[in-house]
């Protein structure tokens, strides 16, 4: 019978392999969470529950080849680890689409890539430098959009006042497909016009380059359930900067 007693865990060398296995466990469920919170709070697909559950992969599938390894099994204990980095691609395509000519959703799939190289590092018994990685993954999904903004020139950009009337419940598609363009939406409303028919008026205010105003209006016009789009050139004054939500990136 083979007997597993111990696994590696930086800093603490070798210990129980039910308490390095259970540090492993906690470690992905709490750095996949981290990154998973914030792709959810920019309404992507890949949320909370996706970024765990790839982490918490990552990091089993790695643990279990490093307890095979030391087991005294004859086998390859880096196949595992190896068809992780392949397998984690097609999952991350399933990420990327095309609209319009245009490719969005590369950053979830860069972000998809990297919370499994988490997950392998945790694995591997490196929860600390796992968690080093995913505060900088963290910064470079918060702070480099904001930075690349302040380094534009807004001198072109103009504050636009936008309608919708639709025949559906489409309120987070239109903040998707906004917030591929800018990272800032103020004072969203939804209003419900006619109950059963489904009938809604959504307005709301971006302040971006008329240049991708244009795009992001034919964007929102092919939603399938949108019956009219209507927008219009404001002056900034007044807009209420109180109101506002901030997000970034795709």
Not at 176 to 181: A, G, K, L, Q, W
Request: charge should be negative; proline fraction near 2%.
């Amino acid at each position: 019978m083979v007997t597993v007693n111990t696994v590696f865990i930086e800093h603490l060398g070798e210990v129980d392999a039910y308490l390095g296995m259970g540090i492993k466990i906690v470690a992905g469920l709490v750095l996949g969470s981290l990154v998973g919170y914030d792709r959810e709070q920019k309404m992507k697909n890949a949320g909370i529950k996706t970024n765990v559950l790839i982490c918490l992969g990552a990091t089993l599938y790695t643990s279990i080849s490093m307890l095979g390894h030391g087991s005294g099994v004859d086998y390859d204990s880096a196949r595992i680890p190896a068809q992780i980095v392949s397998g984690i691609g097609f999952l991350g395509a399933g990420a990327i689409m095309q609209d319009r000519g245009n490719i969005i959703g590369l950053t979830t799939a860069a972000t998809i890539w990297v919370v499994a190289a988490i997950g392998m590092t945790v694995g591997y018994g490196f929860p600390i430098m796992a968690t080093i990685f995913t505060l900088t993954i963290l910064s470079v999904l918060r702070l480099l959009g904001p930075i690349y903004q302040g380094f534009e020139s807004t001198k072109n950009h103009r504050y636009y006042h936008i309608e919708i009337l639709s025949n559906a419940d489409i309120k987070n598609y239109v903040k998707e497909i906004v917030f591929n363009i800018t990272d800032r939406i103020d004072e969203l409303h939804e209003e419900i016009l006619d109950k059963e028919k489904n009938t809604r008026h959504i307005d709301f205010y971006v302040y971006l380059h008329p240049k991708k105003m244009r795009i992001m209006g034919d964007q929102l016009r092919d939603i399938v359930q949108v019956e009219k789009i209507h927008y219009h050139q404001i002056e900034s004054k007044s807009i209420n900067k109180g109101g506002s939500t901030t997000l970034a990136d795709d």
